[in-house]
Nanobody, 114 residues
């Protein structure tokens, strides 16, 4: 069994910053892909950023230059540093890991006020 614990969400004004963390625990040998997704009200869940085991990131065009994904393989933890936040970044942010089996976190709310 694998368990994901997310933290770092909250309320911030436009232009502000937040840092999300997601720690994985349980029966884990290694994690191939780690990433962050988000879902705004009335919209489909979308990819925000992913990072491979070797540290290669991939970003949605909407967050390039503002968000930075990183991971600590020793801690099985992935981070998302979010800068220059915009109201349109408001969503529930979900952590995802692929072992290769797929696991999702419970989600953390990020609200950006204008």
């Amino acid at each position: 069994q694998v368990h994901l614990v997310e933290s770092g969400g909250g309320l911030v004004q436009a232009g502000g910053s937040l840092r999300l963390s997601c720690a994985a625990s349980g029966n884990i040998f290694s994690i191939n892909l780690m990433g962050w997704y988000r879902q705004a009200p009335g919209k489909q869940r979308e990819m925000v950023a992913t990072i491979t085991r070797d540290g290669i990131p991939n970003y949605a065009d909407s967050v390039k230059g503002r968000f930075t994904i990183s991971r600590d393989n020793a801690k099985n933890t992935v981070y998302l540093q979010m800068n220059s936040l915009k109201p349109e970044d408001t969503a529930v942010y979900y952590c995802r890991i692929i072992l290769p089996r797929n696991y999702w976190g419970q989600g953390t709310q990020v609200t950006v006020s204008s």
